[in-house]
């Protein structure tokens, strides 16, 4: 296994095809390296479930496609594998066209939602399918399998069925099935999604090190937040179909860019208001529970505007009593509740007939249970303040 | 508890159901909700299609079963249709278009048409009377029985019989219900009657018995499975707000299993009025059927005849099916 | 409390409704075996004579039942061939049909609800002037195979339903993702999980066929097993021998269903308990394992 830690990023020189695992041969020439979609549309009868996304994968990048039930991520996620076709657009990898290549024929495997084990199969036989299937001998393909099974840590249990497994040995075996096969690409559709969150929190760690030891281009689909914050070199959120945005887990999470991703992706206060003044770097917002200002540099608001604005719960910073200091960002509210998460504390409060929610650290845990249905003040500073596009 | 609201601004979360921007952010939406994305996004299929679907595939697969329905199911169906407008001869049949077959049935002096009327009724009788026993026996099963297993077990008991023999079991009835049978004996023996009872054999009354007998299964069954499909839940829910056994039962569950009941009913009419060992060796030569009257048809050779007699009990079945439906869409409206 | 009074009463009340309905189900048969088990001098009503004894059973293998024995040989090698028909059959309807839109599925599954609501006497009399209008003449091979597979088809094909209803199409797809075609997909993924299913419908194709009557009735020339007890019944005097050939068949094709509807359970439950395994609660884990359970009883919806 080559250990390619530096490319684990998003440096993507046209080279790093060669990156990938030896054994496939290399007969395909680098020249456009990654994944590619190029306007891709899937409609399935009426329903469009993908609408003209165009998005590109560095080799050796991972990625996570994020969004709610129905959004099409699922949908790209098996366009990449063959499992569905194109209705419109291009998938490419390296520079050659995908659209039309059988599963079997792609350098793409992919771990299902469920696992998809075969259960007449014992751990070993699932192992050494993809090989059989490759025409490779059953010595070269035994060793390779145990090599692989090795790997994941199951060499006790090859000759189990799956049934006789648990959810997290599965997932291994899911893992050692596909891996086995030196893909050049792997593609994972809810891989935790059938197991339980202690285990979640380890198999997360444990795949981001498989995928950077491997450094080879991962692609997860979740609807699970955290879980993409945790593990993605870059996040594509996506709603409707569409992709709402794309960025690092960083940028996603502080810079949310519309209204959608700000909601989706939580712990957001959102308000909305009538830009009421703009002066230099600095725009004042009459928001509906009061005023807010934020920091614009080269602002394309002009007074009378409708904007949305989002404040991420742990810039809000709580103070008990209500004596007003400042004009903007700050607001008098009550505090209805406060739910105790570790690390730290959710404090939800009501300005008005607006709910508000702040993040605090546990140190302050006393102090905030006795605010419990008080008057507290609420405030951030201009710069923690994020414009959204509707 | 009330849970606080949390929406921070009305139009944040307009047209976002669902998805709250102060819900935590890891459990936005369920993971079942991620489990269905699939299904969701791929529209209602009968089965989950498998991979690399391709037509010559399908048809390849369809060949031979199809042709196999088509040799032996629809053609001779459509055989009978067509002969019952052939002219009859001595030995059979000649291919010349003629009504009489069916003139014939419509005359004064067939037996047919009456014949057809105690099928028919028979079969509404049976129906009904299947209903009436079947409906608590599939309510007990599938609600009663706490324990999925055993009312799977108690049903399948129940189930085993309709894959043996319609002749058996209406051979069965013989020793059963005749003047020196089991009934018989054991009502004499116990004191209820001084005589036996001889219309317990050979009668229209035993042919309906034993018809009931015969299909009852096949309106257990699909009630069954809508029962055991219902959420327990509604029913539960029903009760809490204070609705008594009865009209809970009345009120949820009856509706909630109407296309079990059609089903059923369907089956059991439309089985009934084809029958033909049960009104033969039940029914002795006392009762008239329209299968008898086939058979003695093929017997004579009067293949035509046979035919057209066949057509017309398609066409009852297919009225008494109609009219079943209707009275179904009925109690719906009401 | 009155309510809990009430839901035991109606729970006990229904239990009894469904004893004497097994009592009704049941009763019959129970009867013909009391009457099967009377000496040489019973007869074929009550009061039962010399119960128990096993004579009439060895009346079977004397020298007046040998057109009940060569009957029996008939039945046995065409349930047999129904069998193996039915089988294949049903798998591949069932392969075609999981590849078919709504709207070829829908009528694919209106044949087979014709097939199993066609009155089996009409289905004889079609089938016997079909053949005549094509010169043939009728007789048990092929035409009442013929028929015997139409009538056997339906429940194979619920059969294999409800195995499908149930089962992971990812299984395939992870399969043609390795690097499978088509072909190897069936052959050593889809078969291997499926077979108890096929088997299954296999098994209930034979018992009907060889309790299959009224479509037989018209069509065959050579007495099938029941064609030949019904000439019995209709013409000679009623001896408890035909009462002990009942008996034999019916509690043979009681036990041979338990038998496939075990086939069928334990592969569903083996595809199924591979999720169940995974689920997150114990909780989850026994609903599928209890569903995975249900489903074999789908075959006689």
Not at chain 1, 262 to 291: C, K
Not at chain 2, 115 to 131: D, E, F, H, P, Q
Request: hydrophobic share 50%; net charge neutral.
């Amino acid at each position: 296994m080559a250990s390619n830690d530096q490319i684990a990023e998003t440096t993507a020189a046209p080279e790093s095809a060669a990156q990938t695992p030896a054994g496939n041969g290399g007969e395909e020439a680098a020249h456009g390296s990654g994944l590619e979609l190029r306007q891709v549309t899937k409609h399935f009868s009426e329903v469009v479930a993908v609408d003209n996304v165009s998005l590109h994968i560095d080799n050796g990048e991972y990625v996570v496609l994020l969004g709610p039930s129905g959004c099409g991520k699922t949908t790209i996620l098996r366009m990449i594998g063959g499992h569905e076709h194109p209705t419109g657009g291009d998938v490419l990898l390296d520079g050659k066209s995908l659209v039309g290549v059988p599963p079997a024929k792609r350098p793409t495997t992919t771990v299902f939602q469920h696992f998809a084990l075969f259960p007449h199969r014992s751990v070993l036989g699932n192992v050494e399918f993809g090989l059989r299937m490759q025409g490779i001998d059953k010595q070269q393909r035994r060793k390779r399998a145990m090599e692989m099974i090795e790997l994941v840590g199951l060499s006790e249990m090859r000759f189990r069925k799956p049934s006789e497994l648990s959810g997290g040995q599965q997932q291994r075996v899911a893992l050692a099935r596909v891996l086995v096969t030196q893909p050049k690409l792997l593609l994972l559709d809810e891989p935790f999604g059938d197991l339980d969150r202690l285990l979640q929190l380890r198999m997360r760690v444990e795949l981001r090190e498989l995928q950077r030891e491997l450094g080879i281009a991962f692609v997860h689909v979740t609807h699970n937040q955290e879980e993409a914050l945790s593990m993605a070199d870059r996040i594509v959120v996506m709603e409707g179909g569409h992709i709402q945005q794309v960025g690092t887990p960083a940028e996603i999470s502080q810079r949310p860019s519309n209204v959608f991703v700000a909601a989706f992706m939580g712990d957001n206060n959102i308000l909305q208001g009538e830009v009421a003044e703009v002066s230099n770097g600095r725009t004042v917002v009459n928001a509906d529970v009061g005023q807010v200002a934020m920091a614009t540099g080269e602002s394309s608001l002009s007074v009378g505007d409708q904007v949305t604005v989002a404040v991420r719960a742990n810039c809000v910073r709580l103070t008990a009593g209500d004596e007003k200091r400042q004009a903007t960002n700050e607001l008098a509210c009550t505090v209805t509740a406060t739910e105790y998460l570790g690390d730290t504390i959710k404090v939800h409060m009501r300005a008005g007939e607006h709910a508000l929610l702040a993040k605090l650290p546990e140190d302050r845990y006393t102090e905030l249970v006795g605010l419990a249905g008080k008057t507290a003040t609420a405030s951030w500073n201009d710069g923690d303040v994020q414009l959204l596009r509707a | 508890m009330p849970e606080p609201e949390l929406t921070p601004t009305k139009s944040a979360t307009e047209g976002r159901s669902g998805v709250d921007s102060v819900v935590p952010g890891d459990i936005a939406l369920s993971d079942a909700a991620g489990a269905e994305i699939y299904g969701e996004e791929k529209g209602a299929g009968h089965l989950q299609a498998p991979p690399g679907a391709s037509k010559l595939v399908t048809l390849l697969w369809m060949l031979p079963g199809a042709l196999w329905l088509l040799i032996f199911l629809v053609a001779p169906v459509i055989v009978v249709l067509v002969v019952s407008f052939f002219t009859g001869t001595i030995t059979g049949f000649k291919e010349v278009f003629t009504t009489s077959n069916y003139s014939a049935i419509f005359s004064g002096s067939s037996t047919y048409l009456s014949t057809l009327g105690t099928v028919a009724r028979n079969s509404a009788i049976v129906t009904a009377v299947c209903l009436v026993i079947g409906y608590p026996v599939a309510y007990f099963l599938a609600v009663k029985v706490k324990k999925t297993q055993y009312a799977f077990g108690l049903f399948l008991i129940a189930l085993a019989p309709f894959f043996t023999s319609t002749l058996i079991r209406a051979e069965a009835w013989i020793p059963t219900m005749s003047i020196n049978g089991a009934v018989n004996s054991i009502l004499k023996d116990i004191g209820i009657i001084h005589h036996p009872l001889g219309i317990l054999l050979f009668s229209n009354f035993a042919v309906i018995v034993a018809l009931v007998q015969l299909l009852v299964l096949f309106m257990v069954t699909p009630i069954f499975f809508q029962l055991a499909a219902l959420d327990r839940s509604a029913i539960e829910a029903a009760r809490d707000l204070g609705a008594s056994g009865f009209r809970v039962f009345m009120n949820v569950t009856l509706p909630l299993t109407r296309g079990g009941i059609m089903i059923g009913c369907v089956f059991v009419f439309v089985l009934s009025m084809g029958d033909f060992a049960t009104y033969k060796l039940v029914g002795g030569g006392s009762v008239g059927s329209i299968g008898l009257n086939i058979q003695n048809l093929v017997s004579l050779l009067n293949y035509p005849q046979a035919a057209a007699q066949a057509a017309i009990l398609v066409v009852a079945m297919a009225i008494g099916v109609v009219l079943l439906l209707r009275f179904a869409k009925l109690q719906e409206q009401v | 409390m009155s309510q809990q009074l009430r839901d035991r009463l109606s729970k006990v009340g229904l239990g009894v409704w469904f004893a004497a309905f097994l009592v009704f189900l049941y009763g019959p048969v129970l009867v013909m075996l009391v009457l099967s088990l009377q000496s040489e001098r019973g007869g074929s009503g009550f009061p039962a004579v010399g119960v128990p004894s096993g004579y009439w059973y060895n009346y079977l293998t004397g020298p007046n039942s040998s057109a009940i024995r060569s009957a029996v040989g008939v039945s046995l090698v065409l349930a047999l061939i129904v069998g193996v028909i039915g089988g294949a059959l049903a798998l591949s309807l069932i392969m075609a049909y999981r590849r078919m839109g709504r709207r070829g599925g829908t009528v694919l599954l209106y044949l087979v609800l014709l097939a199993l609501m066609t009155p089996g006497i009409l289905l004889g009399l079609g089938m016997i002037l079909w053949w005549k209008l094509l010169g043939l003449s009728p007789s048990l091979y092929p035409a009442g195979l013929g028929v015997h597979v139409v009538w056997a088809l339906p429940f194979g094909f619920l059969v294999m339903l409800s195995i499908f209803n149930r089962y992971d199409v990812a299984v395939e797809e992870a399969a043609r993702d390795l690097g499978a075609s088509v072909m190897q997909t069936f052959t050593r993924v889809t078969l291997p999980i499926i077979w108890g299913g096929v088997f299954g419908a296999a098994l209930f194709a034979f018992t009907l066929s060889w309790n299959e009557f009224e479509r037989t009735l018209l069509v065959s020339t050579t007495n099938t097993l029941p064609l030949e007890i019904y000439g019995e019944l209709t013409s000679a005097a009623l001896q408890p021998n035909l009462y002990a050939l009942g008996v034999i068949t019916t509690f043979g094709t009681i036990l041979l269903v338990f038998l496939m509807l075990i086939a069928v359970a334990l592969i569903v439950r083996r595809t199924a308990r591979t999720q169940a395994a995974a689920f997150q609660t114990e909780e989850e884990a026994i609903t599928v394992a209890e569903q995975a359970r249900v489903a074999p009883a789908l075959e006689g919806a």
